[in-house]
C-alpha cells in the first residue's frame, strides 16, 4: 500500500502541493485528475522518492521513504514501474534495449533470461516485432507502449502512468487504457494513473 500523508511542497516559495493525502491499496486503480500544472507529475515524484516533500510524508508498504538510505530507497523503488510522461525511452538504445535496461541493471538474469523476459514484455504491448527499432523510428503510441513493456520488465507491484495518454490519437488512447486495464489484470498490480 502506498500512503501519502499530509504532504506539501513548494517550489521558490510558490505552493504546488498543499496538505496532500491518499491511499493507495494493492490492486487498486486510482486515477488522479487535474489542469495541466496543477502537481499532478510532482505528486508522482514524491511516491517514488524522487522529490522529498516539505512537510508530511510517504509510506510504502509501511516504510517511510524519507527516512531510509539510498540504498533502502533503491530496493523501494524497484517494486515501482513508471511510465513517464513522454515516454522517456533512452534515445540511443534499440526497443529491445530499452526494455532490458532494468532486467540488466537490477538483475543478475543471464542474456537468455533476460532475452526471455524482453520478448514476453514486448508481446505483452503486441510489439514483438519492434526490438530493434531506435524510439527514432517508432510512433508515439508505440513509444508508450515501449515505454508501458520497461515499466512492466521488473514486475512491478506498482506502477504509475504519468499521462499515458496525452498527446495521442484517440484509437491509439484506446489501445493503451485497454493495455494499462489488461496490465493490471494479468499482473495483478496496483495502478496509479495521472
Ligand atoms: N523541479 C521543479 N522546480 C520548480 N518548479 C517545479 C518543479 N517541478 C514542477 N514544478 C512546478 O510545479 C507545478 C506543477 O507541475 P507538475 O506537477 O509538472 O504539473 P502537472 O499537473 O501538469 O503534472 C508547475 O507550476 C511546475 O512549473
Ligand atoms: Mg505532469
Same mark, same amino acid.
Given at each position: ?23 493507495m491499496q494493492e490492486g487498486e486503480t486510482l486515477a488522479i485528475i487535474g489542469r495541466s500544472g496543477s502537481g499532478k507529475s ?16 510517504? #509510506? *510504502?508498504?509501511?516504510? %517511510?521513504? @524519507?527516512?531510509?538510505?539510498?540504498? $533502502? &530507497? ?49 508481446? #505483452? *504491448?503486441?510489439?514483438? %516485432?519492434? @526490438?530493434?527499432?531506435?524510439?527514432? $523510428? &517508432? ?6 507502449r515501449v515505454a508501458l513493456a520497461r515499466a512492466v520488465a521488473l514486475e512491478p507491484r506498482y506502477i504509475l502512468y504519468d ?32
Open positions: 500500500m502506498i500512503c501519502v500523508e499530509n504532504i506539501s511542497k513548494s517550489f521558490n516559495g510558490r505552493a504546488v502541493l498543499r496538505d496532500v493525502s491518499l491511499e510532482v505528486l508522482m515524484k514524491h511516491a517514488i522518492g524522487l522529490l522529498q516533500p516539505d512537510k508530511g510524508r510517504v #509510506l *510504502v508498504d509501511g516504510i %517511510d521513504i @524519507g527516512r531510509i538510505s539510498y540504498r $533502502e &530507497l533503491r530496493t523501494v523503488r524497484r517494486q515501482f514501474g513508471v511510465l513517464f510522461q513522454g515516454g522517456a525511452l533512452f534515445d540511443s538504445m534499440s526497443a529491445f534495449d530499452n526494455v532490458a535496461f532494468p532486467i540488466r541493471t537490477f538483475t543478475d538474469s543471464t542474456e537468455q533470461q533476460v532475452r526471455d523476459r524482453v520478448l514476453r514484455c514486448l508481446d #505483452l *504491448v503486441n510489439l514483438s %516485432d519492434v @526490438g530493434t527499432k531506435r524510439p527514432s $523510428e &517508432l510512433s508515439g503510441g508505440m513509444i508508450k499521462e499515458p495518454t496525452s498527446g495521442l490519437d484517440p484509437h491509439t488512447s484506446t489501445t493503451i487504457n485497454n493495455l494499462i486495464k489488461g496490465l493490471a489484470d494479468q499482473l495483478d498490480v496496483t495502478s496509479g494513473e495521472r
